[in-house]
């Protein structure tokens, strides 16, 4: 019964991709196994579909974000320190700029906050404005090798987040409550690679990040001046790009990062 089931899974892998093309169109036997794994040209008289490539749309484009992470700091003041967890969700709107063939540069804008969810830090800040921008690097590009290619990037953001009626303890042990604004800087360093399978770009890589916070304490017993700063600082990212059209002008992107900070980020992006 294996070996059946075997050979029909066998038989359904080197049909499917023959039925998508026409009589005259169609690889032959394994042939048409290595077209549809990889989407590359079985010999120099069939080409496959073309995969994404953003060189063949104009030098603008738009991308809407949508993002959460949690991440671990440390807050230092009065000569104290204290490690909790912070959560910030973020809705971003990102205008790209290509200027040249593999160099990108980009302005981010929309709306972010700040909240912990530890039960000794516990706080919930306001949406307040976010901006920043980065700018991407091609550095080598295969297009005969699952059209591989290696890039660096690098990234800065920063809001501001308003948390009411935060609760304090005061010398003599009693809850003191009084509002907090966060003033939130981060910024990274990313270089990945990415490849092709047909109409969608997976990619990976590493980063190193920072961020850090300018904690002001309105009144009470901890009025004044707090920092706040990231404990890890490298990790790894993992994504991918799905094109909707075959001239590529709408994608959407999914993608991941983890340990230095646990996130998540959905974007649709359309290139004019």
């Keep these: 019964m294996a070996s059946l089931v075997s050979v029909a899974a066998l038989v359904f ?12 169109e169609r690889p032959d036997g394994l042939e048409g196994l290595r077209w549809f794994r990889y989407g590359l040209p079985s010999d120099e008289r069939r080409e496959p579909p073309e995969g994404p490539t953003r060189e063949r749309t104009s030098p603008f484009g738009l991308e809407v974000l ?4 949690r991440r671990g700091v440390t807050e230092r003041g009065a000569g104290e320190r204290f490690d909790f967890d912070v959560r910030s969700t973020r809705l971003l709107a990102r ?20 909240d ?3 039960e000794d830090a516990d706080f919930d800040g306001d949406f307040g404005l976010a901006y920043g921008g980065g700018a991407g690097i091609v550095l ?8 591989t290619t290696l890039f660096l990037e690098g990234r800065y953001l ?30 990274e360093a990313r270089a990945g690679v990415s490849w092709r399978i047909h109409t969608t770009r997976p990619y990976l890589g590493l980063r190193y990040s920072d961020a850090e916070a300018d904690a002001r304490v309105s009144s009470g017993p901890a009025a004044g001046e707090l ?4 404990r890890e600082h490298v990790g790894g990212f993992v994504g991918l790009d799905v094109y909707f059209s075959a001239e590529r ?24």
Excluded: C, K, N
Aim: charged share 25%.
């Design 116 to 118: 912990s969810p530890s």
């Design 95 to 114: 205008a790209t700029f290509r200027p040249a063939r593999g160099l990108l540069f980009y302005g981010l804008v929309g709306q972010a906050d700040l």
């Design 227 to 230: 920092r706040l700063r990231a």
């Design 140 to 147: 080598s590009r295969e297009q005969d090798r699952y059209d």
């Design 249 to 272: 002008r709408i994608g959407l992107t999914v993608e991941a990062s983890f340990p230095d900070q646990v996130a998540g980020q959905v974007g649709l992006r359309v290139w004019f």
């Design 158 to 187: 920063q809001f501001e987040s308003e948390a009411a009626a935060v609760a304090f303890t005061g010398a003599g042990g009693d809850t003191v409550r009084a509002d907090e604004t966060f003033r939130w800087r981060e910024w």
């Design 66 to 69: 949508a993002s959460e992470l």
């Design 13 to 24: 892998v080197l049909a499917v991709p023959q039925l998508a093309l026409g009589a005259d």
